[in-house]
């Protein structure tokens, strides 16, 4: 039990790091406009005029600025550092934590989405919408994810009633 805590500690420890760091470089410059571009496209998709630039979107009533806790890379890295301390081969924990960036990758997008047609339409509705509920949904979404994952595992590897 210690060297699975050990091991999730360090894999964060490591993933937050590289997050600050890739902040601070401004490496995920990049990111942000993907996030924003792709949230602009699906607006547009659902009837709603928006253009990004860079990571602003930008709608006839309103910008919206992407930043960094918009994007789902906070939610990932809690993702990946629970998968890498399971008990699966590599390979599944590869493949785990690629599906659950794109999971999540999606979800943010939901969650984008959304929150645009809250500030559009409830305004007032904005800031529990983004701080509260979305927030909170994340974590369980992430949680959630995880648990599908490790589940998923356990029963393709383990019938109670084969090994008497």
Not at 14 to 22: A, C, E, R
Not at 52 to 60: C, D, E, M, V, W
Not at 78 to 97: D, N, P, T
Not at 128 to 141: G, P, R, T
Request: charged share 10%; proline share 5%.
């Amino acid at each position: 039990m210690a060297r699975i805590a050990s091991t999730y500690i360090l894999a964060l420890a490591i993933l937050g790091s590289l997050y600050m760091l890739f902040l601070s470089q401004g490496i995920l410059n990049s990111y942000l406009n993907f996030n924003a571009y792709g949230t602009s496209t699906i607006l547009n998709f659902l009837g709603q005029p928006a253009k990004a630039t860079a990571n602003i979107i930008n709608t006839p009533g309103m910008d919206l600025k992407i930043i960094p806790e918009c994007t789902p890379l906070l939610p990932a890295i809690i993702l990946i550092a629970s998968m890498a301390v399971g008990r699966q081969h590599l390979k599944e924990k590869l493949y785990g934590m690629f599906v659950g960036f794109i999971a999540l990758s999606a979800i943010n997008f939901v969650r984008t989405v959304s929150l645009y047609f809250v500030a559009a339409h409830q305004p007032q509705w904005f800031d529990n919408a983004h701080l509260i509920l979305w927030q909170s949904l994340m974590v369980v979404l992430t949680i959630g994810l995880w648990f599908l994952w490790e589940k998923s595992y356990f029963q393709s590897r383990y019938i109670p009633w084969s090994n008497p």
